[in-house]
T-cell receptor, first 110, second 114 residues
Framework: LAKTTQPISMDSYEGQEVNITCSHNNIATNDYITWYQQFPSQGPRFIIQ???TKVTNEVASLFIPADRKSSTLSLPRVSLSDTAVYYC???????????FGKGTMLLVSP | EAGVAQSPRYKIIEKRQSVAFWCNPISGHATLYWYQQILGQGPKLLIQ????????DSQLPKDRFSAERLKGVDSTLKIQPAKLEDSAVYLC????????????FGPGTRLLVL
């Protein structure tokens, strides 16, 4: 299973763009990169998934370089409600187990 | 669309007692997962069901934990007997298929073992 490394915490202010980078040096050919968001006292919530280049949805963008050894979750113009823990996961789409790390605690201040 | 339902939301028990958690996945979701989340850590998969069959239970402490999904719909996770280190949030998630694109999580059951 590909191991991921991401910062333990990040701070930002409302209205700023936040980029959270995840390293996954031993990502396999069949692996996808998925990001989840978790608020206190709630279960994680799917944000975005990608395989290569760039993926964008209504919530975030995911940038994946050609070597796929890292990825960056980009949150445009964050608000206080974006304060949460963000998890980067790597795994294939079959029956393999997704492994959550400790995630990145993002604190957005006024 | 109703989300994943879990009950109870909170449970306090003494060590060596038994406890059971219930999960009702999103209608039509064939795959169901139970996770354990200890404070300050990410969720750890305990068991994964595909319909009523077990796909992965490699991280389930089988000497004290058990889970079932008899009719392929709702599921129960049991701990017997509980230990102090079992204090955690137990999360249930479901997905349409084993494809990991989107797992939908319930609110979790917070367990405190005294």
């Amino acid at each position: 299973l590909a191991k991921t490394t991401q910062p333990i915490s990040m701070d930002s202010y409302e209205g700023q763009e936040v980029n959270i980078t995840c390293s996954h040096n031993n990502i396999a050919t069949n692996d996808y990169i998925t990001w989840y968001q978790q608020f206190p006292s709630q279960g994680p919530r799917f944000i975005i998934q990608g395989y290569k280049t760039k993926v964008t949805n209504e919530v975030a963008s995911l940038f994946i370089p050609a070597d796929r050894k890292s990825s960056t979750l980009s949150l445009p113009r964050v608000s206080l409600s974006d304060t949460a823990v963000y998890y980067c996961l790597v795994g294939d789409r079959g029956y393999s187990t997704l492994t959550f790390g400790k995630g990145t605690m993002l604190l957005v201040s006024p | 669309e109703a989300g994943v339902a879990q009950s109870p939301r909170y449970k306090i028990i003494e060590k060596r007692q038994s406890v059971a958690f219930w999960c009702n996945p999103i209608s039509g979701h064939a795959t169901l997962y139970w996770y354990q989340q200890i404070l300050g850590q990410g969720p750890k998969l305990l068991i994964q069901f595909q319909n009523n069959g077990v796909v992965d239970d490699s991280q389930l402490p089988k000497d004290r934990f058990s889970a079932e999904r008899l009719k392929g719909v709702d599921s129960t996770l049991k701990i017997q007997p509980a230990k102090l280190e079992d204090s955690a949030v137990y999360l249930c998630a479901s997905s349409l298929s084993p494809d990991k694109e989107t797992q939908y999580f319930g609110p979790g059951t917070r367990l405190l073992v005294l």
